[in-house]
């Protein structure tokens, strides 16, 4: 844990953008990402996966990577309408997130399925962002650990630590996702510390994986989560999508 572990900023573009405006914003990206994404921070955009060829041809020059927001629990096969992680990967990806909370909303995914995900990602040569967070409810009734605790519980049971030491962790409660209200910086950080410690009881090698927070980070408040002790950068929804506000966020994590 005494390792000075990189920064990372992620971009989660979810369901937006069209061609015209995602060369607005990839260029815009490009153009201050020399400053942007130094050697400590790495920063990525994860778009529509019909988009994984305007991401490559565009950013394939720049220090900037990419990746897709879902991948199949599946290698290949009669699963229609399903995006394989290798299939993301011909296209230049190095990123998936899984287990997103609206993944988990609105398509169902259990923590087992997200385990599974992760694991084809990785098989991929992908870096699945693995997200785990509590509702509302959950946290007002005090089961935030318990939810959080079993939703990572899941992937360190299924994936060997060799695995486990190549994934990111997103830490994003789901009452701050898109509702401009952040976690508090203690807040994410008393979370933080407790994936930490958790990650660290499955194997010591564990203790460096990076854990990202997400939720309403926003320029005006990422310096302030970013500085906390085990905050290792952001997975940024809304504000990814402005070109100024992402560097700004980018520019934070320095
Ligand atoms: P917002 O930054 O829009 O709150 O979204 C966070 C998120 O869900 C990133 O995956």
Known sequence: ??????????????????LAENE??????????????TGTVR???????PY??????????????WGVQDVSAYAEGAYTGEVAAGMAADFGATLAIVGHSERRAYHGERSEVVALKAQ????????????????????????TQAVVGAQIDAVLAALPVAGLARIVVAYEPVWAIGTGKSATAEQAQEMHAFLRARLASKDAALADVPLLYGGSVKPDNAQTLFGQKDIDGGLIGGASLKSQDFLAICAAAR
Request: charged residues 20%; glycine residues 10%; contains cysteine.
């Open 1 to 18: 844990m005494s390792k000075q572990r990189a920064k990372w900023v992620v971009g989660n573009w979810k369901m937006h953008g069209r």
């Open 24 to 37: 607005v914003l990839l260029r815009a990206l490009v153009d201050g990402a020399g400053t942007a994404a």
């Open 43 to 49: 920063v990525g955009v994860c778009v529509p996966a």
């Open 52 to 65: 994984l060829a305007q991401a490559e041809a565009l950013l394939r020059e720049a220090p900037l990577v």
């Open 120 to 143: 084809r990602a990785l098989d991929a040569g992908l870096t699945p962002i693995v997200c785990v967070g509590e509702t509302l409810e959950q946290r007002e009734s005090g089961a």
